[in-house]
């Protein structure tokens, strides 16, 4: 089974790429119909960093449906502008784990204007249940796609050694987490 989607953002390819790594933009854009807790120490991370990450989705953020691994990389081989995370993971336990594959792309690059091109493909499979699991998973991407929309105007980048940047704790650049605004934090928001 394949799911596509092909967006333009309203934020810069780098504001867009470190919302990717955000454990909070994630739990943003499966509202409400999931959310995400962390199975491992010290809970989830500010941002993604490459490698495993155990989690327990819940359904309408309250029921636990099992425990999923998201399992991130950076595929090679891409034309100039192009960045891309892949999520090889996917469900250990629960009703999602009737996909035995999990190949999730995300890609961003520029626009003109300051805008992002944001590309994502999902290749999963589920066996004989491929047919039945089509739609529901591609009316769930739909949703991820409009929520991606309506959240990327409100991420931003702040590159090492800007005022805002240095006046946080936590470290600045692509892999920072957004989610947050400036007024809230004093920080980046995403």
């Known amino acids: 089974m394949r799911v596509m989607l092909k967006l333009e953002l309203e934020c ?55 425990e999923e691994v998201i399992d991130l990389g950076y595929p090679g081989g891409l034309p100039d502008g192009v960045r891309m995370l892949r999520d090889g993971g996917g469900a ?13 792309r995300m890609a961003v690059s520029a626009l003109p204007g300051g805008r992002t091109l944001y590309r994502d493909r ?7 249940l491929d047919l039945v699991a089509w739609y529901p998973t ?8 409009l929520r991606l929309r309506a959240l990327a105007p409100t991420w931003s980048f702040d590159p090492p ?18 989610g947050t605004t400036n007024a809230e934090t004093g920080g980046p928001d995403a």
């Open 12 to 66: 810069t390819p780098d504001a867009a790429w470190r919302a990717l790594h955000s454990p909070a933009v994630l739990r943003e854009v499966v509202a409400p119909w999931l959310d995400f807790g962390s199975l491992e120490d010290g809970g989830l991370p500010t941002t993604w960093s490459a490698g495993r990450h155990r989690l327990q989705p819940r359904a309408f953020g309250r029921f636990p449906v099992g």
């Open 122 to 128: 999902l290749i999963a499979h589920a066996g004989a």
């Open 138 to 145: 591609w009316a769930f991407w739909q949703w991820r796609g």
């Open 161 to 178: 050694g800007t005022a805002d940047a240095m006046s946080t704790d936590e470290p600045a650049g692509p892999a920072d987490a957004p």
């Open 92 to 104: 250990v336990s629960g009703p999602f784990a009737l996909f035995d594959r999990w190949d999730h």
